[in-house]
C-alpha cells in the first residue's frame, strides 16, 4: 500500500485556466492527460509550502494568496491518493517552459473537452458551483476508469 500527499492548482485569468499538458515523462501516469499544475508534498513541507513550491518550478509564477477549495481522495490500484486542491487568481512573474508539458490558458468552458480524468470533470464542475469547501473521493479501477464516486462523504453520480 502506498499513500500520497499532493497538491494541485489551477490558476486562473481572464476565465481561462493554467493547464499542464503532460507530455514529457515517458513513466507517467498522467502521460498526455491535461492537468493543472503541482505535485507531491516534500518532507516537512505543509500543502501550502508545496503549491507554491510546485507553482514556482513549474510555471515561474508565485503565489500571492491560493484558495484552498477542497481534497481530492483517489483510490487506484494500492494507491491512495490524498490531494489538496487550490485556485489562484493572485500570482505574479513571467511563465516559465515547463519540463513536464506545455503550459496553456485553456477556456473554463473547454477543460472538459481536453483529455482528462473522468473524476476531474466533477471538480471541475464543483470549482464553478460551489465556493464553499469539499471533499471528493475518486476511486478507479486497474483500466483507469471511474468506479466509484463520493462527495462530502455521501455517493455522487
Known sequence: MVI???TLC???RDGKYLMLHRTKKEKD???DKWI????????????EDCVRREVLEETGY??????????????????????????SEDFVG???????????WIEKEKVCDLPIWE?????????????DFFSLKLVYDEEGKL???????QMYQ
Open 10 to 12: 489551477y490558476l486562473n
Open 4 to 6: 500520497m500527499n499532493t
Open 94 to 104: 513571467e511563465e516559465i517552459v515547463c519540463d513536464e508539458g506545455e503550459l496553456v
Open 36 to 47: 493543472g499544475v503541482g505535485g507531491k508534498t516534500e518532507f516537512g513541507e505543509s500543502p
Open 62 to 87: 508565485t503565489l500571492c494568496s491560493q484558495a484552498f477549495r477542497g481534497i481530492v481522495t483517489f483510490v487506484y490500484g494500492d494507491i491512495t491518493e490524498y490531494m489538496y486542491l487550490y485556485t
Open 147 to 153: 468506479t466509484e464516486t463520493m462527495l462530502d462523504g
Open 119 to 131: 473524476g476531474d470533470k466533477i471538480f471541475f464542475r464543483l470549482l464553478e458551483e460551489r465556493k
Open 29 to 31: 501516469i498522467n502521460k
